[in-house]
């Protein structure tokens, strides 16, 4: 996510900043904070207009100090939805969406749970969704995050919601960071994963269609543990347990047991905040910041869910010694 800010300055605790640069308050919206780390729900904005440029700051400042923002009741079509987005950046156009994303929008991709999904792999998307997320923490991810260059941010409205179940939650790592120990803080600053698409997927007996579609399509980047947002200069715990393989530099026993301690801490429910969707909601988050949890309540309800995201191009991150993340295979900067 660009921003036209200035540059951040004074250093409050762990490795975060605080900003000089706050923008105007707008007449008539409104920033409500939800929970006490992350979360914030932004009133009085139609997005289908065109907004002036103090709107647009507002939206990004409470998306960089909230991590994740919510908007309610919005009309936005597709056309709008990439509108708004390209306020804040360049929409990502994907090589490869499912058959449910529309044509005629490249920048957006169709999530439709039961429509979709472990359907194209000969599975029931219950099993292919216990298959990927066989533990607790397996499923918490950011978009993406195995590319050399994950995306900035990303916009997701809901069309079609169940009556009850299917809601998202997101933590935040920048606070996850800085409630670690000083020692243990000193310790992952230093340190590096690799993060692979589709670690820890649970292969069916015989011959399994999504197991050869990750061989076939294999994306690695070795990224820092703790990264430096290019925005806000916090170092942000940059682990999810749906993409890291291994700490770098490691034995696979020591690196496991980092890697739970560090997935349960960024995940603690203090750092979170949980969004019950509502059809023309749209939640508005920084991928460089958070995690988060797409639901698995829903999966056995016979009611659709039916979501629209636009994700914008992001940067190749950079950890606490200066050093950027490293390629491995299948990705390289700005190549969808």
Same mark, same amino acid.
């Given at each position: 996510?660009?921003?036209?800010?200035?540059?951040?300055?004074?250093?409050?605790?762990?490795?975060?900043?605080?900003?000089?640069?706050?923008?105007?308050?707008?007449?008539?919206?409104?920033?409500?904070?939800?929970?006490?780390?992350?979360?914030?729900?932004?009133?009085?904005?139609?997005?289908?207009?065109?907004?002036?440029?103090?709107?647009?700051?507002?939206?990004?400042?409470?998306?960089?100090?909230?991590?994740?923002?919510?908007?309610?009741?919005?009309?936005?079509?597709?056309?709008?939805?990439?509108?708004?987005?390209?306020?804040?950046?360049?929409?990502?156009?994907?090589?490869?969406?499912?058959?449910?994303?529309?044509?005629?929008?490249?920048?957006?991709?169709?999530?439709?749970?039961?429509?979709?999904?472990?359907?194209?792999?000969?599975?029931?998307?219950?099993?292919?969704?216990?298959?990927?997320?066989?533990?607790?923490?397996?499923?918490?991810?950011?978009? =993406?995050? /195995?590319?050399? !260059?994950?995306?900035?941010?990303?916009?997701? *409205?809901?069309?079609?919601?169940?009556?009850?179940? #299917? $809601?998202?939650?997101?933590?935040?790592?920048?606070?996850?960071?800085?409630?670690?120990?000083?020692?243990?803080?000193?310790?992952?600053?230093?340190?590096?994963?690799?993060?692979?698409?589709?670690?820890?997927?649970?292969?069916?007996?015989?011959?399994?269609?999504?197991?050869?579609?990750?061989?076939?399509?294999?994306?690695?980047?070795?990224?820092?543990?703790?990264?430096?947002?290019?925005?806000?200069?916090?170092?942000?715990?940059?682990?999810?347990?749906?993409?890291?393989?291994?700490?770098?530099?490691?034995?696979?026993?020591?690196?496991?047991?980092?890697?739970?301690?560090?997935?349960?801490?960024?995940?603690?429910?203090?750092?979170?905040?949980?969004?019950?969707?509502?059809?023309?909601?749209?939640?508005?988050?920084?991928?460089?910041?958070?995690? =988060?949890? /797409?639901?698995? !309540?829903?999966?056995?309800?016979?009611?659709? *869910?039916?979501?629209?995201?636009?994700?914008?191009? #992001? $940067?190749?991150?950079?950890?606490?010694?200066?050093?950027?993340?490293?390629?491995?295979?299948?990705?390289?900067?700005?190549?969808?």
């Amino acid at each position: 996510m660009t921003t036209d800010s200035g540059t951040p300055r004074q250093t409050r605790r762990a490795g975060q900043t605080q900003r000089t640069d706050r923008p105007e308050p707008v007449a008539g919206i409104g920033v409500h904070p939800v929970a006490g780390h992350i979360g914030a729900e932004i009133t009085g904005v139609d997005l289908a207009d065109a907004l002036d440029a103090a709107v647009v700051a507002l939206i990004r400042e409470a998306v960089l100090r909230w991590k994740v923002v919510f908007f309610r009741g919005q009309r936005l079509d597709h056309a709008g939805h990439v509108a708004f987005a390209s306020r804040f950046g360049e929409p990502v156009v994907l090589g490869r969406r499912g058959s449910a994303s529309p044509a005629d929008f490249p920048e957006v991709e169709t999530t439709a749970d039961r429509l979709e999904l472990g359907g194209r792999f000969g599975m029931e998307h219950e099993e292919w969704l216990g298959r990927r997320r066989h533990t607790l923490l397996r499923g918490w991810h950011c978009d =993406h995050g /195995a590319r050399i !260059d994950p995306p900035a941010a990303t916009i997701l *409205r809901a069309e079609t919601v169940p009556p009850y179940g #299917g $809601d998202t939650t997101w933590s935040n790592l920048a606070a996850a960071y800085a409630g670690l120990s000083a020692p243990v803080r000193a310790f992952v600053d230093g340190l590096r994963a690799e993060h692979r698409l589709g670690v820890g997927y649970q292969p069916r007996p015989g011959d399994d269609a999504y197991l050869r579609h990750l061989l076939d399509h294999q994306v690695a980047s070795v990224h820092p543990l703790v990264r430096v947002h290019p925005e806000t200069g916090e170092r942000v715990l940059f682990v999810n347990g749906y993409y890291v393989e291994q700490i770098t530099g490691v034995s696979r026993p020591e690196s496991a047991a980092l890697l739970e301690m560090l997935l349960e801490q960024a995940v603690r429910p203090e750092y979170t905040v949980r969004f019950r969707w509502e059809p023309g909601s749209v939640a508005f988050w920084d991928n460089r910041a958070t995690i =988060h949890l /797409a639901p698995s !309540d829903s999966t056995h309800l016979e009611f659709p *869910r039916i979501m629209h995201r636009v994700m914008l191009a #992001g $940067d190749v991150p950079v950890g606490v010694d200066g050093r950027r993340s490293q390629a491995v295979v299948g990705t390289e900067p700005g190549r969808w």
